[in-house]
């Protein structure tokens, strides 16, 4: 599947670690190397928006408002545990594509 035109591409400098995993996984699931990299850094977008705010905040010396968001966004993500609300990262059609098993 093509990336529409409003996506943008960045060139990733991988531990051979990291390229063997996302290149198994992808083997695995049947799916390009590319989707799976997205797929997993989707869900984290609000956390890394997070984490550039409170990099700023300690740039500009205001290290007491980033221990006060670093505690504001544990909470909510222990919130989110106890709740249920996790992102699952295999939907249903995912899991029958890629012959993942599933515990019931």
Do not use: C, H
Request: glycine share 6%.
């Amino acid at each position: 599947m093509p990336a529409p035109p409003n996506n943008r591409r960045i060139s990733l400098t991988l531990p051979p670690m990291l390229e063997a995993a996302l290149y198994d996984l992808a083997q695995a699931s049947g799916r390009p190397v590319s989707v799976v990299t997205v797929e997993l850094l989707r869900p984290m977008i609000p956390s890394i928006i997070d984490l550039a705010k409170m990099t700023r905040l300690v740039k500009q010396g205001r290290t007491e408002a980033a221990k006060r968001a670093i505690r504001t966004i544990l909470a909510d993500g222990g919130a989110d545990l106890v709740e249920g609300k996790q992102p699952d990262l295999f939907t249903a059609t995912q899991r029958k594509r890629s012959g993942a098993l599933t515990v019931g």
